[in-house]
Each structure stands twice: as C-alpha cells, then as structure tokens.
C-alpha cells in the first residue's frame, strides 16, 4: 500500500487488517494516523476528531492540520457540491499553489480507502488484467518506456509515485513555498489518480459508491480539477458522481455500466491557474491505449 513519507514526518500506510468497513468506520485514521492511534476494539465514537482550528502560518504543517480539520468536521457525505467547491478554494490569504500541494497529497493519502475496497472487491490480474476503464486503456509511465501492467500494479505505483514525486526534496523542497517550475507536475499527478477513479466507476461500481457516501473523495477531487482547470479524459457517466447531489442510482443494474458507449477526448488545450499546458502529444486523438 502507498506510503506518505516527509523529511518532517510521515503517514503510515493503512493496516493491511482492516476491512474496507472498519477504516470507513474509523476514517480519522488517515487524518493524522502518527498523532492518533487506534487500539483494537476502540469504538467509533471513541476515535478523537482534529479540532477546527483557526488558521496559522507559525508551522510547516498549520496548512495540512488545518486541510484534516475542515474534512473531519464534514457530517453529511456525499457532501454538496458547493461545499466541495469552498474546500477546494485556497484560503486567505494562502499561496493558490502551496493549497493545491495540500489538497494533492490528501488525494493521495485518501485514495488509499478507494484500494482496500478494490482489493477486495477482487481487483486481481485474473478480474482486471488490464488498467482499463470502459474502452481507455492505460500504460503505466513508471516504466522507461511506459508498458501494460495489471490494474492494482497500475493503482499502486501510480500513488507510489505521486507519494515519492510530492515529497521530492528537488521539486518540492519546503511546504511553505512551491517552486514555480515545479507546479507543472500537479497537471500530471492529478491526470493519473483520476484514472484510478475512472476504473474503480467502471470496474467495482458499488465500491466507487460506498466510499463515496463515507468520504466524498471524488466529489472533492473534481471541485479541485474545476476550480483550478485540471482536464482530462472525461468521461460523462463518472461525472455524475460530480454533478449530482444526491446519488440515488447506488444499487441500479451494474450491465448499464458495463455496455455504456465508447468515449473520445474533447480536451485537448487547457490551462492551469498561471500557466498555458498543451495536453499529451501521445494522448491526443481517439486513441485507446494511453500512456500517463
């Protein structure tokens, strides 16, 4: 499983012990898991929240106590769309790019929900042999050059990666200031997680779904790819997890997923908050393998 390591501190990876239910049951365990320990048979409402802290700058990591803060005092999941957006706006007085690091390595770290439910759901080379998602399939650009791996390799070096990327001291040397010439690679890194949410709609509805009802991971990441003009390769059934404010299609017929009609790019041009990207050369076209 993916590890979140810092020159300052680290996130363990989840416990390989828990099922998908007991962590959504004790979801803090992701928030600040070195600060808090769960002790086996320790009741949900035992479990500490991060208190909702007004906001400092006297700390490296006063922006990411502040990040557990705000999503461990959200009750009602899946949360509104508008409230997704709120999160997603940098607050005042804080750098645009320093919040998109903060909500970038959160995704990561979160992410790791979406896995356990994957696996079990059998996410395995023999139920998934391929990283795919409706028509799209994708290489796996951990590899020189990019190759095929099986989905959950495909999953978990791709947070491996973005876990190892985001804690670069080359690219990202402090959590208070982030290089401008390093801000091109949040297009990329969030390009690719979105990929592993696109494969979990297509491939293990019901587990897209349960996690998001606990946690509403993906209605967060897509408020942040709006807001700050992340694009992809859309497609327009995962979107109504996005658009729609309450989900009432939970249990329908898992054939309408699995027969829906073939998809394209649209976007091919797009721009992040400061500066103009040209989406991927190799990506362009209706191409259906992809390389990251």
Request: hydrophobic share 30%.
């Given at each position: ?9 680290s996130?363990e ?9 007991e ?13 808090k320990r ?20 006297e700390g490296?990591f006063?922006?990411e106590?502040?990040l ?40 990561t770290?979160?992410l ?29 650009a ?42 091109r ?5 969030m390009?690719?997680l979105?990929?592993?949410f696109?494969?979990?709609w297509y491939k ?28 992809y390769?859309?497609?327009d ?12 299609t939970?249990?329908?017929?898992q054939?309408?997923?699995d ?30 393998m992809?390389?990251?």
């Open positions: 499983m993916s590890s979140f390591q810092h020159s300052k501190g996130i990876p989840l416990s390989e012990d828990l099922t998908l239910d962590l959504l049951d004790v979801k803090t365990l992701v928030d600040r898991p070195f600060k769960l002790r086996p048979g320790m009741k949900k409402e035992d479990i500490p929240i991060v208190p909702l802290t007004e906001l400092n700058f490296p006063s922006l106590e502040y557990d803060g705000l999503l461990s005092n959200e009750t009602s999941h899946p949360m509104s769309v508008k409230r997704a957006k709120e999160i997603a706006e940098p607050p005042k007085g804080v750098d645009l790019w320093i919040w998109v690091y903060e909500l970038v390595r959160r995704f770290v979160d790791n929900l979406l896995v356990v439910g994957m696996l079990e759901d059998s996410c395995s080379p023999e139920k998934c042999p391929e990283m795919r998602a409706n028509e799209w399939q994708y290489l796996c951990c590899h020189n050059p990019p190759q095929e791996c099986v989905a959950i390799d495909y999953i978990l070096h791709t947070l491996d990666n973005t876990s190892t990327l985001l804690c670069s001291d080359k690219y990202f040397p402090s959590k208070i200031s982030i290089p401008l010439s390093s801000t690679h949040f297009s990329s890194i390009r690719r979105y990929r592993i696109n494969h979990a293990h509805y019901e587990i897209f779904w349960k996690v998001e009802n606990e946690i509403s991971l993906y209605r967060r990441f897509m408020a942040v790819s709006e807001y700050y003009h992340f694009k390769e859309h497609s059934m995962v979107n109504k997890a996005y658009s729609k404010e309450i989900e009432d939970y249990h329908q017929d054939e309408k997923v027969h829906y009609s073939s998809q394209t790019f649209s976007d091919n041009d797009y721009k992040t908050p400061n500066k103009p990207y040209e989406y991927d050369k190799e990506n362009k076209g209706s191409k259906t992809l390389t990251s």
